[in-house]
């Protein structure tokens, strides 16, 4: 499959779609890619301008948790259109073919559009350090597939917080040496499209602007679209005027739980997690988990696996315990009261030997 | 299966309208200098909702407060599109929906008229041959599918 | 740029163990010693009991003497206003309330945010007076040492860098958030080396004075 020459424009006309429809399209594409509705008319321009990209997904350790959350959308209709109007040439869970077939269609797609095409990579993989055997595809290690694919990649999106940043493979002890996909890849531009698994409507939105603009989003410190990983999910979370007037759920079922206070006592990681859920929210607007009365999990930041429990407040420490204190307070109470009973002999045994002393002896050493 | 049966259900009555999350009202505030704006120099604002963290209950106040105007349309394009106007003149919502009907998108439009109700100007140009043909043809011309 | 999860999770994990056990070690090596070293053997007749009037002091040094007042109203009062502000911002604000119940398994009903932050915005300038008063007044100025100021900078940065997290003043929050976590650790870490031991030692002293003084049969 080659990358058409028609421009989308052109295609959505051809599937019939009026100037309304178009319209309508870059209007959900907009509230999709959370940029402000005045820039309507401009990505109307650039999505008529804009041409088919040819796209390779390659699954490494993940639970495909990814692509169920980008197909679970209901096929609405924009979506639907986002991922027509890409050419998705591989992807295991999605395409029909299946061994040496699959693999040689991958082969000839990177080929045939070196340099162009957008690989989008979901799970965790071994690092080139550990044993590639952990995870293959067609006999092939993970690393390896991965290195040749970038080589003629034009940019590389990492979906998932597996792939972004090591998510559950990469939890403590991990056994396959898993690494991020930004770990491996310099030299070309990745974005890391965090979340387990992320909200779909931000992986739609970043094919979308990558789509209408022809490059990647402004980009955070972890090489995630500020336009949806900007703002923390405390800082847009409805249940905030109860956390600033101080009113908490302190058990799943008290009085406070039921009728919706802040869940900062239940082990909400709200504050440290940068996210789009909270306006986005889940099955198409429908909830998201604070709303549903369950606690923010902090699932697209690094290593949220092993940041403390999920139901231990944000301010309770990780590793250290009440036995923690008692131990080191044994400890201490045993050397200071070693201490301490040497320097009472001390004492003792100099009032016990102490010699006295005449004011013309003082006055003779001073 | 038989035993799933016997298991009690009990039914929760939500909470009512007293759990006040108080998220519609700086939308309200938002409208009013996009009227101010509308008035004085004929801008118009597209707000789109979906960005804003409405909790439960909300959306269903602001719309409720915004009330009913007399305007109300469909747009059969890509799928419905349901235009309403609001009790206040120059308010719109315009909740586009997908052909199952599930909301794609909902903007609140200050504005004369919503955008999606204009005929666009690149369907003007070729509406004097659209005509022509019907004329020509002097049956019923295939319709553009929307 | 260092990465502020990572920085996160190493000062609520290893660091704070590290911080806890150093202080608790050294606070138990201060108070033993100060226990089992002991006084020294007063040989004169006791003129009352010790116990009463020690317990006794240790509540009513809580309020200056007229001298003291008088003498320095500024210590008192300023003095007064930081330290409540700060026992407030440290043990009724609902996360370190979770952070003591984690630990200690002990809890109590906290204040509403917006006090809290209140008493710590009050708290903060509280404690810029009163290094002020330290640079400024003679006495002061002169009997200050290196560990008079280092322990009033680990106090006001430790409130500081609450409140900068508090309000996100500092982003990421993880950054800003593991700031306020190493200061406290640094200053749980020092303790037991400076005087801020006369947190745990001031009752102590204060019962000393108490009982040395009603073995005399003085009012204390």
Known sequence: MTVTDKTLGERLREHGISRRGFMKFCAATASMMALPPSMIPAIAAALEKARRPSVIWLSFQECTGCTESLTRSHSPTVEDLILSVISLDYHHTLQAAAGEAAEAAREQAMQENHGEYLLIVDGSLPGPDSNPGYSTIAGVSNYAMLMEAVEGAAAVVAVGTCAAFGGLPEASPNPTGAVSVMDLVKDKPVINVSGCPPVPMVITGVLAHYLTFGRLPELDQYHRPLAFFGQSIHDRCYRRPFYDKGLFAETFDDEGAKAGWCLYRLGCKGPSTYNACATMRWNSGTSWPIESGHPCLGCSEPRFWDAGSFYAPLSVPTDASGETLLAAGAVGAAIGGAVATLARRKVKTEAASRQPVTVEELEQKL | MSGLHSIPVRVESDPGPHTEHGNAVPILHEIRHALGRLIESDAETRIDLNAIPFGPGDEERLVGLLGMGEVSASVEALGPTRVQETAVPGVWLVDYRNAEGERLALHLEVAAIPGILRTQREDLDTAIAELDARLQSGQAAPRLES | MIDPVDFLLLVKGPLFVWALAIFALGLSVRILEIFVLGRRRNFAEPRAGEWLPGLRTMLTRSVADPG???????????????????????????????????????????????????????????????????????????????????????????????YLAYHRIVNPYPLALGL?????????????????????????ARWYNGASFGRRGVQS
């Open chain 3, 68 to 162: 003291t007042f008088q003498r320095a109203p500024f210590n008192v009062i300023v003095g007064w206003i930081w330290h409540i502000g700060f026992l407030i911002a440290l043990l009724l604000f609902i996360p370190h309330i979770e952070l003591i119940k984690s630990l200690l398994g002990i809890y109590w009903p906290g204040l509403p945010n917006p006090i809290v932050d209140l008493v710590t915005a009050v708290t903060l300038v509280a404690l810029v007076a009163s290094l002020v008063h330290r640079l400024t007044h003679p006495v002061k100025k002169r009997i200050s040492t290196f560990e008079d100021y280092l322990v009033w900078a680990l106090t006001f940065l430790l409130v500081l860098t609450g």
């Open chain 3, 180 to 204: 306020h976590i190493l200061t406290a650790e640094i200053f749980m870490i020092l303790l037991p080396f400076t005087k801020l031991t006369h947190i745990f030692t001031a009752l102590i």
